[in-house]
């Protein structure tokens, strides 16, 4: 199985950009790279996902160096909203004859962001 | 607005009660999935099913069942529940093609407290 792992807690000051780096030294060929954000007391929610190089969107940007063994998700500008947790996710394709596709989440990384 | 959404946010139940955790999706996605979240735990697999009628264990699957009689409704099962299964159960879906498969969609999640 497709393991990652990520700091367990990061503090952020307001208004700074936050990086979060994920490790993944077992990613197979087919996996993509994902990253959830969880609120207290709601399910988790997608942010970005990516294969390789760069992604951006409105919400973050994903960066994934050649080797794809790691993965940091890269937050602007944060604000007390963004006070989460962070899961990093690869693709475990277990079942590939159904062409089923699960993801493992981790414990996630807990960010604070402080006014 | 795509949606999952889970029968009940909130349920207390008695030791050896059976107890059914529904969700339902509007997206026709092929692939849904119960996880359970614990404190310092983070979100784990229960059950997987990639089709109706499929289903397939994840990492926890003992003491729970699952059915999916139709492709927008996957049930959670407790046949005999425990105090140890007092837990917040989310569901969720995703498409099956590989790219759109890391996206997950969560409902708000189940909390059930087993006296």
């Known amino acids: 199985l497709a393991k990652t792992t990520q700091p367990i807690s990061m503090d952020s000051y307001e208004g700074q950009e936050v990086n979060i780096t994920c490790s993944h030294n077992n990613i197979a060929t087919n996996d993509y790279i994902t990253w959830y954000q969880q609120f207290p007391s709601q399910g988790p929610r997608f942010i970005i996902q990516?294969?390789?190089t760069k992604v951006t969107n409105e919400v973050a940007s994903l960066f994934i160096p050649a080797d794809r063994k790691s993965s940091t998700l890269s937050l602007p500008r944060v604000s007390l909203s963004d006070t989460a947790v962070y899961y990093c996710l690869v693709g475990d394709k277990r079942y590939s004859g159904a062409g089923s596709y699960q993801l493992t989440f981790g414990k996630g990384t807990k960010l604070s962001v402080i006014p | 607005d795509v949606k999952v959404t889970q029968s009940s946010r909130y349920l207390v139940k008695r030791t050896g009660e059976k107890v059914f955790l529904e969700c339902v999706q509007d997206m026709d996605h092929e692939n849904m999935f119960w996880y359970r979240q614990d404190p310092g735990l983070g979100l784990r697999l229960i059950y997987f099913s990639y089709d109706v009628k499929m289903k397939e264990k994840g990492d926890i699957p003992e003491g729970y069942s699952v059915s999916r009689e139709k492709k927008e409704r996957f049930s959670l099962i407790l046949e005999s529940a425990s105090t140890n299964q007092t837990s917040m159960y989310l569901c969720?879906?995703?498409?099956?093609?590989?790219?759109?498969?890391?996206?997950?969609?969560f409902g708000e999640g189940s909390r059930l407290t087993v006296l």
């Open positions: 990516g294969y390789k």
């Open positions: 969720a879906s995703s498409h099956r093609k590989l790219k759109m498969a890391g996206e997950l969609f």
